[in-house]
């Protein structure tokens, strides 16, 4: 077996793994209000423009009802995470739209 192949995939799963848990908020800050309805706006506006590219994703909108229910009980931490995660639902809709803009059968 090739060990170099071995060794780049395993470099490349620990880039990307490493990438996709700086997103969102930190844990050690605790998010405030303002912080969630700033996350609020983006994914609204995010997820518009998915819809409006006829690309939205299923559970975009159950997302933001969940961030939008921690957020009354109070865990803005919570509710921002949520929020920031419908954006990204939303931005990568967008991106797979223009991939997938030609698709159809060969």
């Given amino acids: 077996m090739n060990h170099a192949k071995i060794f780049a995939g395993i470099a ?3 880039v990307l793994l490493s990438g996709c848990a700086s997103n969102g908020t930190s844990g050690s800050t605790a998010a ?3 912080d969630y309805k700033a996350a609020v706006a983006e994914a609204n506006k995010s997820l518009k423009t998915a819809k409006s590219a006829r690309f939205l994703w299923r559970d975009s909108g159950k997302i933001l009802k969940k ?3 921690a957020a ?4 803005f931490a919570k509710a921002t995470k949520l929020a ?5 639902q ?3 809709a967008l991106v797979q739209s223009k991939l997938q803009a030609n698709a159809g059968p060969h």
């Fill in 90 to 92: 939303g931005d990568m």
């Fill in 67 to 69: 961030a939008d229910k």
């Fill in 84 to 88: 920031n995660k419908a954006k990204r």
């Fill in 72 to 75: 009354k009980a109070g865990d």
């Fill in 12 to 14: 490349l799963a620990s």
């Fill in 32 to 34: 405030s209000e303002a």
